[in-house]
């Protein structure tokens, strides 16, 4: 990743929790001239890390100093079970499950904990091709014990 992406990200981010409107309004050129990057650099971040899928909705008007308007998508129960069923139907990518796991972390669903124990089930190496149903099931317990007793989270 990208680490003028992630400060990018990490500055809208910062700024739509501050918004009492939900969304928040800036100019592709002036941001660009902030992180000292070019505006494609702006929509590579926006049109990875800020899509629908991932709560937001990302609106653009052109010319007279133009705008963007990202508007931060509150998650109902019912839109919940929608993005889970979409996300995971029959299958689901490594990638696709991470991107629902931060969602659901990113809207309180999730602690940061719940989200790093799960993360570590379904992580490649946890569910490598070719186990049996006792195997994955040991890989699983193992991962989620790990993750348990990391450093971080000892409350001594």
Known sequence: MSSLANKIQKYINELLANSKEGYIELQRSKLAEQFVCVPSQINYVLGTRFTIKQGYVVESQQGGGGY???IKLPLTNAQLLTLIDETI???VSEHGAMELLKRLYNEDLLTFREM?????LIQRETLDEGLKRDEI???LIKAMLITLL???FQQN
């Open 150 to 152: 990391r450093q971080e």
């Open 89 to 91: 139907d029959k299958s």
């Open 116 to 120: 790093l124990i799960m993360k570590s």
């Open 137 to 139: 099931r040991a890989r």
């Open 68 to 70: 963007l308007r990202i």
